[in-house]
Every structure is written in structure tokens, then in C-alpha cells.
């Protein structure tokens, strides 16, 4: 069964840096799409980025776009999340899934994505 770990999270203030690690255990990590989503208090699910399974391909939403960077291990299979600039508005559960297939059609529908991990908190203070 593949399982999916955050880690990385914590409590930063403002115009600090975190990196989020989303770790695969299972089945072979290259041939799978993933991405991040966050979800803060009170607010719906938000696309973070996402990486194709070479990681030759990304893509940001437009509020981190600048300051966060996706990337990949296959060695290690993990992905990572590079965020940068933090601000209080970033403060979310951050939680990263994987899809089955290699790409996917839309990458900010969360609908594309089979598996998930149970998240990471990240906290941002001015």
C-alpha cells in the first residue's frame, strides 16, 4: 500500500523560509504526478504546485508563484517544497498528493490525484 508523509512544517515568522518534504513509501515513486495543497482555518483546499513525474514540468499557483519551488528525488522518493517570502496568509495545513498516472489534465483539481498524506502545519507569525 503507498502511504504519503509531510514533514518539514512549523512555526515561522514573516519573510521566513520552511522546506516541506513529502515522503512516498510504497510501490515505485517515478511514474506518478504530485503536488501540494494547503488548507488553511475556515477556507477551502488550495493548489499549491505541482511536478510531473520527471520533473521536467511544474506548476504554481499565481499566490506563490516567485516564492515557492517544487522538486523531486527519485532516489529518495520524496518531493520537496521550497517556500520562500513566507507570509501569514501562507499559514495552512500543507498536504501533498500523488495521481497514478504520469501527468494529469487539470493539476490545480484535486479530483486528478489518488493519494494523499495527512499534512503538515505551517505557520506563519509577522
Known amino acids: 500500500q503507498v502511504q504519503l508523509v509531510e514533514s518539514g512544517g512549523g512555526l515561522v515568522q514573516t519573510g521566513g523560509s520552511l522546506r516541506l518534504s513529502c515522503a512516498k513509501f510504497g510501490r515505485a515513486f517515478s511514474s506518478n504526478a504530485m503536488a501540494w495543497f494547503r488548507q488553511a482555518p475556515g477556507k477551502e483546499r488550495e493548489f499549491v504546485a505541482f511536478?510531473?513525474?520527471?520533473?521536467?514540468?511544474?506548476v504554481y499557483a499565481d499566490s506563490v508563484k516567485g516564492r515557492f519551488t517544487i522538486s523531486r528525488d527519485m532516489a529518495k522518493n520524496t518531493m520537496y517544497l521550497q517556500m520562500n517570502s513566507l507570509i501569514p496568509e501562507d499559514t495552512a495545513v500543507y498536504s501533498c498528493?500523488?495521481?497514478?498516472?504520469?501527468?494529469?489534465?487539470?493539476?490545480?483539481?484535486?479530483?486528478?490525484?489518488?493519494?494523499w498524506g495527512r499534512g503538515t502545519q505551517v505557520t506563519v507569525v509577522s
Open positions: 511536478i510531473n513525474w520527471s520533473g521536467g514540468s511544474s
Open positions: 498528493a500523488a495521481a497514478t498516472r504520469r501527468t494529469v489534465f487539470l493539476a490545480a483539481r484535486a479530483g486528478e490525484y489518488d493519494i
